[in-house]
């Protein structure tokens, strides 16, 4: 298999970190070769002329879909709390968010 | 009817409403032949055995006291575990949502429920819907009932799997490049995918939500007509949900093909083994025969559509999935601090194939690259939905392979991702587009394995599309 270089080990760590996902050395290894294959196969589309052509992000045309503003039930809030990891006094409950990180 | 004990979803509501069969005599027939062969298949993450018979009971009391349960009485009904259950757990076959119970339905499980129908387990998927084989589930592969060394195709494996053994009447799968119309095709069963918007997609866990449509799985083209009639329509919790009523296509059932324009695009991607291209040519003659006129469109950019797809749906994945950091559901990984929690969780959580479009996504949106990806693919997103509107000036419907081989085995494609995104390659473009397709089971192929012939239409065009469909399924090889 011919080995692409499309996109560096440096690359990939930057995007996993970017992620929140860590990689060992072999992965990182193996997800530059298998992203770099992927990036050789998604190269067909270099050679199409797209000037003036309007990027499409949906299928469909709208736009702005309001409703009238009335109440409405919301999720019970014991029921969404009682299925996450952890909670106290009716919130999730994290681990500290400033203070520790590197 | 006939005295025959009734298997198709028509024929089971007509037994169940008119009191000829009960609901509960129907599910256990159903479970009975889950005992038998699910220890083979694992299509099911989870089976709810005592909630189908609460509601099945539920079911026949309604009809001893006059009352309609509705069209789909009594019918089981299996779902593919991205689709939330309130109380049940869903899973996604992630490791990252274990033990997450919602704390709400999918508009599709009500409107099921408000049908008469009978939820009976939660099928495996690829993890997240990501994959083409149902082999990606962290709690283990789907097997083919047909052949049980050979994938069900995916990433709606073990819904395909759930009908083609025999476990459910119907189910319900998610297609976002194909999801619901490969292992249709490779499991020889009907799979649809609907317009995108006219199926709701609140309470459908999200992969790329631009793509993403829930459709039917059945039997046969008219069981998969009154499913989809029952959970189409617009719904207010969905801003993408197309502003009309259900879907109206059982009526226009057999109204055969004369007439109708039949494209044949003759700048298909190459791809499709000798057996699928001979089935697929045999379609067209069945439908010439039956009245229908075949035309050659070109749709040049078809062969472009892998390439956006494998850019754009990667890039809303990473985005979509971002919410899975630990805090509010499913899996935590215990950490001193917030940042080192989200990695930790995510990093144990997601399987190697959800890492990979995550990272793939991440990528085609960074800064540097957006433009020459994921800005590219939209571009040429655009250019392929333009070349389709084209082809259907000429045509009224499309024909294609679903799937560009039947069945493979087993851990064939696992190694090599683009080998397996190749599985793709026909299905991709209605996503992309956000028209219509189905598969239709059309004879077999190598090893005597199923094979599926893909029906495309335009927007909203779902009746002219069952139709062809139906005069496939009448003149199929047998």
């Known amino acids: 298999m011919v080995v692409s270089d499309r996109i560096t080990p440096e690359a990939v760590a930057k995007v996993a970190k970017l992620a929140r996902l860590s ?9 530059t070769h298998q992203l770099s294959d992927m990036l050789d196969h998604f190269a067909d589309i270099d050679a199409l002329d797209l000037d003036g052509v309007e990027p499409m992000t949906h299928p469909t045309p709208i736009a702005n879909v309001m409703r009238e503003d009335i109440e409405m039930d919301c999720l019970d809030r014991d029921e969404v709390l009682a299925v996450a990891p952890a909670a106290e006094d009716g919130r999730f409950r994290v681990p500290p968010i400033v203070g520790l990180e590197d | 009817m006939s005295d025959e004990f009734p298997t198709s979803a028509m024929d089971i509501a007509w037994n169940v409403r008119n009191n000829v069969t009960s609901a509960a005599d129907v599910l256990e027939r159903h479970l009975s032949t889950i005992d038998e062969r699910e220890g083979d298949i694992h299509a099911f993450n989870l089976v709810l055995a005592d909630e189908a018979r609460t509601r099945a009971a539920e079911i026949d009391e309604a009809v001893s006291v ?15 575990d991205n689709m939330c259950t309130r109380g049940i757990p869903t899973t996604c076959s992630s490791k990252i949502l274990d033990g997450w119970r919602p704390p709400y339905d999918a508009t599709v499980v009500t409107k099921l429920r408000d049908a008469g129908a009978v939820v009976i387990g939660k099928t495996n998927l690829d993890e997240f819907a990501m994959g083409s084989s149902t082999e990606n589930s962290a709690f283990g592969a789907t097997r083919n009932p047909h052949d049980t060394t050979r994938v069900p195709g995916g990433s709606s494996g073990g819904s395909a799997a759930a009908v083609a053994a025999g476990f459910a009447a119907v189910s319900l799968g998610s297609d976002t490049g194909g999801s619901i119309r490969q292992p249709a095709a490779l499991c020889g069963v009907v ?3 609907p317009t995108y918007g006219a199926v709701s997609r609140y309470g459908l866990v999200a992969f790329a939500s ?8 059945a039997h046969d083209v008219g069981d998969a007509a009154l499913v989809l009639e029952a959970i189409s329509g617009h719904d207010a919790m969905d801003s993408t949900s197309i502003r009309q009523g259900p879907l109206d296509i059982s009526r226009q059932l057999m109204m055969g093909v004369a007439g109708l324009r039949v494209g044949r695009i003759t700048d298909l991607p190459e791809g499709a083994s000798p057996d699928v291209a001979a089935r697929l040519e045999e379609a067209f003659d069945a439908l010439r025969n039956a009245g229908a006129e075949i035309v050659d469109v070109d749709v040049p950019a078809f062969g472009y559509g892998l390439t956006a797809y494998y850019l754009i749906a990667p890039a809303e994945a990473s985005s979509n999935l971002a919410r899975y950091d630990g805090v509010r559901f499913g899996h935590r990984v215990e950490a001193p601090d917030t940042n080192a929690m989200y990695m930790a969780t995510r990093t144990d959580g997601f399987g190697a194939e959800v890492k990979r479009r995550i990272m793939l996504g991440t990528y085609a949106l960074s800064a540097g690259y957006y433009d020459a990806y994921y800005g590219r693919a939209l571009k040429v997103r655009r250019r392929i939905a333009a070349d ?3 082809a259907y000036e000429q045509a009224d419907v499309l024909l294609t392979p679903a ?17 397996m995104y190749l599985c793709d390659t026909y299905t991709i473009p209605s996503n992309l587009t956000g028209d219509p397709g189905m598969s239709v089971p059309f004879g077999t192929g190598d090893d005597g394995l199923p094979v599926g012939v893909q029906v495309l239409a335009p927007a909203l065009q779902e009746a002219r599309m069952f139709r062809t469909a139906a005069e496939l399924e009448r003149s199929a090889p047998r």
């Not at chain 2, 006059?66 to 593919?80: E, S, W, Y």
Request: charge should be negative; aromatic fraction near 6%; charged fraction near 20%.
């Open chain 2, 210 to 217: 631009s793509l993403d449509q829930i459709g039917p799985f």
């Open chain 1, 23 to 31: 990689l060992s050395d072999a992965q990182l290894d193996q997800a």
């Open chain 2, 388 to 390: 389709f509107a084209a």
């Open chain 2, 191 to 193: 799979g649809v995918k």
């Open chain 2, 403 to 419: 799937s560009p081989t039947v069945a493979f085995h087993l851990g064939d494609k696992t190694s090599d991702p683009m080998s």
């Open chain 2, 66 to 80: 006059g009352r309609d349960p509705g069209p789909l009485a009594g019918v089981p009904i299996a779902l593919k």
